[in-house]
C-alpha cells in the first residue's frame, strides 16, 4: 500500500507538472508598427464603426454587453480621438453603418498601403448621399517633423470640406496679435505640413487665396510646446448658422 502510494503521489506531482508547463501560453510576437486615426466627417453622415479590411478598428460600447448601434457620429474621432494599432500592409479602409438597418454596409472606403513605422488620418467627408448611402473618404500621412522641438507646438492643417476653395489656416497669437500662416493652401481632401508654433493660445481663421475675409474662425484654442495637433475643417461651406450642426468647423485633435 505504501508503494501504491507513493507511486500515485509522483504520477499526480508528474502530471501537475505537465499541466504546469502548459498552462500559461506563450503569445508574444511583433507588436503592430503603424498607427490610423479614424475620423467621421462626412456631413449627414450615420454612425459608423471603422474598419481595416474585415477586422473592425473601433466601435462604441453599452451598459448591455452588446456593441451599441451608435458609432461614431458625425463630428467625432473614432477609439476616443487615439490611435488605432495596425499591421503593415495593403488595407481597404472603410466607414460601415453601426444602426440595426443597414449594419455594416460601407458608406466610405479608400483602398491604401498602410507603411511600417508610420502613422495615418483616415476621413469620412463631404456630404453623406442618402440615395447611393455614400460619401467621400480619403487618407492622409500624418508625417510628423524628423527633427522635433520640444519647445514648440507642431500644427497642420486637413481640409474635409468638399465645397469649400483651397484654404489657408492662419493662427493670432491672443497675447501679441502676432499672425501666421501656417503652410500654404490646402484644397479639399489635402493635408499641410505640420508647422512648428510657439506654445500658446491662438485664434484661428482659413482663408482663400487673396481674401482677407475669414472663411472659417474658431477664437481660443491652445498649443502645449512638445504636442503635434491636426486643424480638421469640416461642415457645409456654404452655412452662415454659428449652432447648426453642419456648419463650418474647426476641429482640434491631438495627434500626440
Known amino acids: 500500500m505504501t508503494i501504491h502510494r507513493t507511486l500515485a503521489v509522483l504520477l499526480c506531482a508528474a502530471l501537475l ?7 500559461v501560453q506563450d503569445i508574444s ?8 486615426k479614424f475620423f467621421n466627417f462626412g456631413v449627414n453622415a450615420p454612425g459608423v464603426n471603422f474598419y481595416a479590411n474585415d477586422t473592425k478598428m473601433t466601435a462604441i460600447s453599452s451598459t448591455s454587453g452588446s456593441e451599441s448601434t451608435l458609432g461614431v457620429n458625425y463630428g467625432s474621432v473614432g ?11 495593403q488595407y481597404t479602409l472603410a466607414g460601415k453603418i453601426a444602426a440595426t438597418t443597414d449594419k455594416d454596409l460601407a458608406i ?4 491604401a498601403p498602410i507603411a511600417s513605422g508610420k502613422s495615418y488620418s483616415f476621413y469620412l467627408s463631404g456630404f453623406y448621399d442618402a440615395g447611393s448611402k455614400s460619401v467621400d473618404a480619403f487618407i492622409v500621412e500624418d508625417a510628423f517633423p524628423a527633427e522635433f522641438d520640444f519647445s514648440v507646438a507642431y500644427v497642420r492643417f486637413v481640409n474635409a470640406i468638399a465645397n469649400a476653395n483651397p484654404m489657408t489656416l492662419y493662427a493670432t497669437n491672443t497675447v501679441t496679435a502676432t499672425e501666421v500662416a501656417l503652410g500654404a493652401a490646402v484644397a479639399y481632401k489635402g493635408a499641410g505640413a505640420f508647422t512648428s508654433l510657439p506654445a500658446g493660445t491662438y485664434n484661428l481663421a482659413t482663408r482663400y487665396a487673396g481674401s482677407s475675409t475669414n472663411a472659417i474662425a474658431r477664437t481660443n484654442v491652445t498649443f502645449a510646446a512638445g504636442r503635434v495637433y491636426t486643424i480638421g475643417a469640416r461642415g457645409d461651406i456654404t452655412v452662415t448658422s454659428s449652432t447648426a ?12
Open 17 to 23: 507538472t505537465g499541466c504546469d508547463e502548459t498552462a
Open 79 to 89: 477609439a476616443g480621438g487615439y490611435y488605432s494599432a495596425i499591421n503593415a500592409g
Open 108 to 111: 466610405g472606403s479608400v483602398a
Open 29 to 36: 510576437g511583433p507588436l503592430p508598427t503603424a498607427r490610423v
Open 245 to 256: 450642426t453642419n456648419r463650418p468647423f474647426l476641429d482640434n485633435t491631438a495627434n500626440r
